[in-house]
């Protein structure tokens, strides 16, 4: 992974490759914001180059320009910061946000760079967190099955953030965490990236096996005879078609002498054919994308332990392959969930809630003090909301948490409801619910079927089902293809509880 230091050194004497320097908009054009380090006759010339070039300072807009007398570095990048707010300076100052995209833009578009400074304003430790994590999470690539890959697409080698607060404890802690959590959000991506002839239940839960070794989380793995032994129908029903059998990963991190216990449930679908009810070939592209959630919590699980957070955290890791097969479970099947709910399955390609609904009831026999589960889940989450902004449901405490930590981590979710009214399409007379219902709000129709089984413990539901993949283009720290969203969120709403 990029190594990224702290300095409060001259950027101007920094023997690096690139300094990146941030600019916003500014009436039509754009100016220099957070460059004061630099030499006069640099920013002078750096400003010309702004208002020659017609630059706008939007984000995502990377300039790379030849850095002339006065620095060190071969290379001035100029990266653009948005808008900013009014406030806590005179001239504005970016938000959090805007500061993560900047950076991360510029370290995508600096790949192949070996050593890289960021000159970007930082002035206090929230600013340098968000920087650094932008920054990481911006250098990143995967070429695991690429037999010839070019030096120009590796990550940059080496990161220095140039802030005022580079000898702050707080800083240094701050940069810390940045770096344990983009390399959660990188492994991730890499679960997601990887093909399913060669991510399969057996091998995900191998990786979860070699993830955890030397860490403070232990593992548990159901196979599917024990799945069998304690009534995981949603889990069998949907893996039965597959020969390559579901697994349940249950992970733990407790340390000692703690209050609370947050349960963190993934749908983990390994690649989703729909089953009988089987896809169009087109949506199946993107199917080894199915397992994103599960992907997600055991990275915050990790992420979790190594920060040493003082809270319990479950990860329960739902995982099968929904493949079509003589054996392969049929529409109008009737299952029986774990602790006896029973469900007609009218709709094979409605798979995910039913091993979510499985592993919701294991992990809420523990008496957690909440769980989430997160998982993509529903196309129709992408027709409500796009395919960069994910839903969230449940009750009002956990939902309003998760959209609290959302909007701090950067992460894009919206509260949704779960109108009782749609619960009614769920009756049938041959089982308890079935796993379809309304197709109106199929999102939310997903989100009544998981609180069956939620019961009485505080939940929230989110689906990622859109803003887990990107197939479009690259943009600001996201890659194309998985983008590890959730882990900074699930995160978020860990450290405050734990701090609560």
């Known amino acids: 992974m990029t190594e990224l230091v702290l300095s409060s050194s001259d ?26 380090a630099l030499p006069g006759p640099v920013r002078a010339a750096l400003e010309s180059a702004i208002a020659v070039l017609g630059l706008k300072g939007t984000v995502d807009e990377v300039t790379k320009i030849p850095a002339g007398d006065g620095v060190k570095a071969s290379l001035l990048v100029l990266t653009g910061l948005g808008v900013v707010a009014s406030g806590r300076k005179s001239d504005g100052a970016p938000t959090l946000e805007n500061l993560r995209r900047a950076a991360g833009a510029a370290t995508r578009q600096l790949a192949g760079t070996a050593a890289v400074a960021l000159v970007l304003p930082a002035d206090d430790v929230a600013q340098a967190s968000a920087v650094a994590e932008g920054a990481l999470l911006g250098a990143y690539a995967f070429g695991d099955y690429r037999t010839s890959r070019p030096a120009a697409v590796a990550p940059v080698a080496t990161l220095t953030l140039v802030t005022p607060t580079a000898r702050k404890s707080a800083t240094k802690d701050a ?9 959660a959000v990188h492994d991730t991506r890499n679960l997601v990236n990887t093909a399913p002839n060669d991510l399969y239940p057996q091998t995900f839960a191998d990786h979860a096996r070699a993830r955890v070794k030397g860490t403070k989380v232990k593992i548990s793995v159901l196979d599917d005879a024990a799945l069998r032994e304690g009534g995981y129908g949603g889990l ?14 249950k992970l733990t991190y407790a340390p000692a002498r703690v209050k609370k216990h947050y349960a963190l449930v993934g749908k983990g679908i390994t690649f989703d054919s729909g089953g009988l009810s089987i896809k169009p070939a087109k949506s199946m592209e993107t199917m080894k994308s199915d397992m994103a959630g599960a992907a997600a919590v055991l990275n915050t699980v990790l992420a979790a332990a190594e920060l ?39 709709n ?16 809420g026999e ?35 948490a998760v959209i609290g930590a959302a909007e701090r981590s950067g992460e894009q979710f919206w509260p949704m409801p779960l109108p009782e009214e749609l619960r009614a399409s769920m009756k049938t007379p041959m089982a308890d619910l079935a796993n379809m219902g309304e197709r109106y709000g199929g999102m ?9 089984f939620a019961g009485s413990t505080p939940w929230a539901h989110l689906d990622i089902a859109g803003p887990s993949f990107n197939e479009g283009g690259p943009r600001h720290y996201v890659p194309k293809g998985g983008t590890g969203v959730g882990v900074r969120t699930l995160l978020g709403v860990l450290e405050d509880a734990a701090g609560a």
């Open 11 to 36: 950027p101007a004497r920094l023997a690096t490759d690139a300094l990146v320097i941030g600019i916003t908009p500014d009436g039509t054009g754009a100016r220099l914001l957070g460059a004061d």
């Open 348 to 363: 094979t390609d409605a798979e995910g809630r039913l091993v979510l609904a499985d592993a919701i009831v294991a992990a």
């Open 444 to 452: 939310l129709v997903a989100g009544l079927f998981l609180q069956e």
């Open 236 to 249: 069998i029903g949907v893996g039965q078609g597959s020969v390559r059998p579901p697994r349940l990963v």
């Open 366 to 400: 523990e008496k957690p003090d909440a769980i989430i589960d997160i998982a993509t889940l529903t196309g129709a989450q992408m027709i409500a909301l796009g395919n960069q902004v994910s839903a969230v449901m449940g009750t009002d405490d956990v939902r309003g």
């Open 175 to 183: 940069v810390a965490r940045a770096r344990v959590l983009a390399a």
């Open 308 to 346: 040493g957070l003082p809270i319990k955290v479950t990860g329960w890791l739902a995982l099968a392959e929904n493949m079509p097969s003589g054996t392969a479970q049929r529409p109008s099947d009737v299952i029986t969930i774990r602790g006896g709910k029973t469900v007609e399955v009218l």
